[in-house]
Structures are given as structure tokens and as C-alpha cells.
């Protein structure tokens, strides 16, 4: 791949600030790990989302979207061709009676404010998710039983010749962190939800109550990407991690949290190298013990 070819083409479609050359992944992934991305692009338009896919598409250069980087594990080669981030721009988000847009670079924690102060229930469980909206539509993410399934109503996308889909909530075949785009390398752009008139009073409540119980239980002061695993059918992955006494086991920079087992947090100076390991003790371990295989949430992305 001819690198100086495709930057000169890049800049055709975009500003020079928006491309990134050789940008670290560990400055855009919760894991802070991870090697460099041959480029990073930050498109602000769709016409601009659009011509970077169709460019790649055409000259056969392999690439990703990301959002707020939170459920990534990038390895330590990085990533060869193109890294599309949407959380800069398109994180616009309105509201009207019980409707909100938003488009797919909008954090969770935004939306779920302004549903808030909008009086709107519903979004609650997502609130402190530290995701975008296109990657918690991509893993169908949840929490303290709400998903996003729940509050969909339908998903605007791209497809790889930059075409405009609109999918509803069937349409978009969400189940326990997956959905249509575990499959299609769709784009989000934007998602209407539809959520319920609601008592400010209790959603902050509620919010403040799931808030506090994510940082009671959850080791958010060590970079991580959430759970690492999913929940085995009928099982928690917590829980089988801690009763084959891996609690707190360290692997060099890695180590299975002491505060909570789900979680294989960066204990500072972690290579991704060293997290793949641990994570590979721990499912090794579990299946000996159990004859359960463990299998991840998050997205292991890059090379060697
Ligand atoms: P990224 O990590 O950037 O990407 C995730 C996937 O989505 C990738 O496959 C990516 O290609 C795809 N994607 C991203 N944007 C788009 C787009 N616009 N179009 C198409 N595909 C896209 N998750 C939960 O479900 N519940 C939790 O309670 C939870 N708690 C967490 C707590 C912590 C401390 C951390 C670090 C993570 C937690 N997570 C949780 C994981 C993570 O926050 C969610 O999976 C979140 O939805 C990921 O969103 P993101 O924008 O960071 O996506």
C-alpha cells in the first residue's frame, strides 16, 4: 500500500487537520494500548463520510469506523489503512416531545442528559455507557436491564458505495451485544429513539443510582473496555473468573481486576500484547475448570 498515494487522495476529500498519519490508537481506545493506525480521518459531512468509503472501497484499502473507542482492544502492530472517527463531529442531538435524533457520534452521556432535563424516561441504563450512539447500536449496548434495542426506533446508515439506508428497529436484528452490524460493515449516521414522558425527579435518581453503582463496583480509575467478556448463557463471567481464583491475577501491565473480576484492566504501562494474554490465562482457566469458553465483548482490532 503506497501511503504517500493514498494521504495526496485523502486530502482531496478533506482538511489536512482531519487526517491523521501514524496517530497512536492508545490516544483513542479506553485501553490506552495499542499501536498506530496507518491513517485516522475525522470527516465532518456525510459527503465527506462518504467519498473516504468509496475511495478505500475502489483502491482495496481496508477500513473501520470507531466512536468513542471504549469497547476496543487495538494490538500493538496497530491497524493497516483507514480509521474513520466519528465522535468529533456528528454528535449533534435534539429533541422533540418524546422523540430524540441524534447522530451516531454523540456520547450516551449527552443524550441521556438531555433526556433528562427533557423529563424523558427510558435512556436511563445507557447514560453512563462512555460510548457513542453508533457503537452502542453496533453492540447493542446495555445495563442494569436496558438495552438499546428498547429505545430504538430506526437507524440511518451508509453503505460501502455511500448509499442512504434506513432501517427500523426489526430491521436492525439487535440481540445481546450484537446486531445487524456485527455482519455489515454499515455506517450509523444518525438513530431516532423513542423514549416516554417521564418525573425528572426519579430519572435523576435513577441515574444517580446506576452512577453510583458503576463506580462502587467498577474499577474506572485503570483504563479498560468494560466488561472483557460476554455472560455465558446462564453463567456470569465475573463470577467464573473468581471462583478459579484469578482475582486480581497480573499478567506484566495486565491484570484481572481486584475490584471486579468482568473487567482485565491496564494497570499503566499495559501492552496489548499483555492484556491478549491475560485474557487468554483467564478463558484457558475457565474452560479447564468449568468447560465453559468465554468469549469476548470486546473488539480485538490490528496486528501483532
Ligand atoms: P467503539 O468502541 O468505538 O466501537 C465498538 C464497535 O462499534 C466497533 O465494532 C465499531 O466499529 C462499531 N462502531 C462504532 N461507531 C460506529 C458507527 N457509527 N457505525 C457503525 N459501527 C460503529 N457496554 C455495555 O454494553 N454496557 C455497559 O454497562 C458498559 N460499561 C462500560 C464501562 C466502562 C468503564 C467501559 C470502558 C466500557 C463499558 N462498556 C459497556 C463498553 C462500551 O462502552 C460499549 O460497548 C459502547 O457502546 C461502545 O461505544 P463506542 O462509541 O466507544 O464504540
Same mark, same amino acid.
Do not use: F, W, Y
Given at each position: 500500500m503506497n501511503k504517500e498515494f493514498i494521504y495526496i487522495e485523502l486530502l482531496n476529500i478533506l482538511d489536512e487537520e482531519s487526517i491523521k498519519v501514524d496517530e497512536p490508537m492508545k490516544k483513542h481506545i479506553s485501553f490506552r494500548v495499542g499501536g498506530p493506525a496507518d491513517f485516522l480521518v475525522k470527516p465532518r459531512t456525510e459527503e465527506e463520510l462518504s467519498n473516504v468509503i468509496k475511495f478505500a472501497k475502489k483502491e482495496n484499502i481496508p477500513f473501520m469506523v470507531i466512536g468513542n473507542g471504549s469497547n476496543l482492544l487495538v494490538k500493538d502492530g496497530g491497524i493497516r489503512g483507514i480509521v474513520i472517527e466519528l465522535s468529533s463531529n456528528f454528535n449533534d442531538c435534539e429533541i422533540e416531545g418524546n422523540i430524540v435524533k441524534a447522530q451516531s457520534g454523540a456520547l450516551l452521556a449527552i443524550i441521556g442528559r438531555n433526556a433528562m432535563k427533557n423529563s424523558l424516561t427510558g435512556f436511563e441504563f445507557a447514560a +453512563?455507557?462512555?460510548? $457513542?450512539l453508533g457503537g452502542a447500536l453496533a453492540m447493542n449496548a446495555g445495563a442494569y436491564g436496558g438495552e438499546m434495542k428498547q429505545v430504538v426506533k430506526s437507524v440511518r446508515l451508509m453503505d460501502t458505495d455511500g448509499n442512504i439506508l434506513e432501517l427500523s428497529n426489526k430491521e436492525m436484528k439487535f440481540e445481546y451485544r450484537k446486531s445487524l452490524l456485527t455482519t455489515k460493515d454499515y455506517v450509523v449516521l444518525s438513530a431516532v429513539l423513542e423514549l416516554q414522558p417521564g418525573n425528572i425527579e426519579e430519572i435523576k435518581e435513577t441515574m444517580a443510582d446506576y452512577a453510583n453503582r458503576r463506580s462502587t463496583k467498577?474499577? *474506572?480509575n485503570f483504563p479498560s473496555a468494560g466488561s472483557t467478556f460476554k455472560r455465558p448463557e446462564g453463567h456470569f463471567a465475573a463470577k467464573l473468573i473468581d471462583d478459579c481464583g484469578l482475582? +486480581?491475577? $497480573? *499478567?506484566r501491565g495486565a491484570q484481572?481486576?481486584?475490584?471486579?473480576?468482568g473487567f482485565v484492566v491496564?494497570? +499503566?504501562?499495559? $501492552?496489548a500484547k499483555d492484556i491478549l494474554d491475560l485474557m487468554f490465562v483467564v478463558k484457558s482457566t475457565v474452560n479447564a475448570k468449568f468447560g465453559i469458553m468465554l468469549e469476548e465483548e470486546v473488539k480485538i482490532l490490528g496486528e501483532d
Open positions: +453512563g455507557i462512555p460510548g $457513542t467498577q474499577p *474506572l482475582r +486480581g491475577l $497480573t *499478567l484481572v481486576s481486584d475490584k471486579h473480576c491496564n494497570t +499503566g504501562e499495559a $501492552t
